[in-house]
T-cell receptor, first 110, second 116 residues
Framework: QQPVQSPQAVILREGEDAVINCSSS?????VHWYRQKHGEAPVFLMI?????EQKGHEKISASFNEKKQQSSLYLTASQLSYSGTYFC???????????FGSGTRLQVQP | DAGVIQSPRHEVTEMGQEVTLRCKPI?????LFWYRQTMMRGLELLIY????????DSGMPEDRFSAKMPNASFSTLKIQPSEPRDSAVYFC??????????????FGDGTRLSIL
């Protein structure tokens, strides 16, 4: 079953912050976050493992709430280069493949 | 280091023709995944391999689709016969086992397939 991402789209000004959420009805082993620019391949950002870890990648960080089976991606002081579609991919124990959400389209304007 | 290499980058063919997509995973990676991306269905898994063995092909839409991995450095996804609804971007990705830890998947640039 596909994880649910929200919001579907967001428009920001440079320097503003954003939060993207990813929820699953299944017990997860990990959550992966990817960014895809138009016409390009998805690019790996980070992995969150069960246990509520919070990881960071420059000004992008994420958390994983194991009780709620929900992950959030935090983008702070957004830059133009952050524009793209963000996907969460969920992994359950024993199955290495990812099930991707429908994506959140992020547009950062000057 | 070279990333995941897919060929061709673009393919345009007529309905009914056989289509073969190719993928070379990152050297040393023992997992290989085939995904398909469309506007309607998003990014969906078709099949994945571990050590050249197919593990889960539940995402393969029909018998018209088949995938092979004859060795650790090469995989093919074949569609025969092709139909217009097969038009999509097909991605190949690879990853390491990870020793109990989750590992990122590295995607190739994809093959943009158009069936007329």
């Amino acid at each position: 079953q596909q994880p649910v991402q929200s919001p579907q789209a967001v428009i920001l000004r440079e320097g503003e912050d954003a939060v993207i959420n990813c929820s699953s009805s299944k017990a997860l082993y990990s959550v992966h976050w990817y960014r895809q620019k138009h016409g390009e391949a998805p690019v790996f950002l980070m992995i969150l493992l069960k246990g509520g870890e919070q990881k960071g990648h420059e000004k992008i960080s994420a958390s994983f709430n194991e009780k709620k089976q929900q992950s959030s991606l935090y983008l702070t002081a957004s830059q133009l280069s952050y524009s793209g579609t963000y996907f969460c991919g969920t992994e359950v124990t024993g199955r290495r493949a990812l099930t991707f959400g429908s994506g959140t389209r992020l547009q950062v304007q000057p | 280091d070279a990333g995941v290499i897919q060929s061709p980058r673009h393919e345009v063919t007529e309905m009914g023709q056989e289509v073969t997509l190719r993928c070379k995973p990152i050297s040393g990676h023992d997992y290989l995944f085939w995904y398909r991306q469309t506007m309607m269905r998003g990014l969906e898994l078709l099949i994945y391999f571990n050590n050249n063995v197919p593990i889960d092909d539940s995402g393969m839409p029909e018998d018209r689709f088949s995938a092979k991995m004859p060795n650790a450095s090469f995989s093919t996804l074949k569609i025969q016969p092709s139909e217009p609804r097969d038009s999509a971007v097909y991605f190949c990705a690879s990853s390491l086992t990870g020793g109990g830890f989750a590992q990122p998947q590295h995607f190739g640039d994809g093959t943009r397939l158009s069936i007329l």
